[in-house]
């Protein structure tokens, strides 16, 4: 099941530099993450600072 991004998202880009199918792109408010182009590897989620990113 893919990741996916809360509000708690601080927009530091983390995640997405650490993609490698490039999921991941600036929303309106924080990172959102493509669900149909996620391959569920987990890097964004160990990447990320503030633990905005869980399993849907």
Partial sequence: M???ISDACISCGSCAAQCP????????????IDPNTCIDCGACEAQCPVGA????
Avoid at 53 to 56: G, L, R, Y
């Fill in 2 to 4: 893919p990741r996916v």
């Fill in 21 to 32: 199918v490039q999921a991941i792109s600036q929303g309106d408010s924080h990172y959102e």
């Fill in 53 to 56: 990113i869980s399993e849907a």
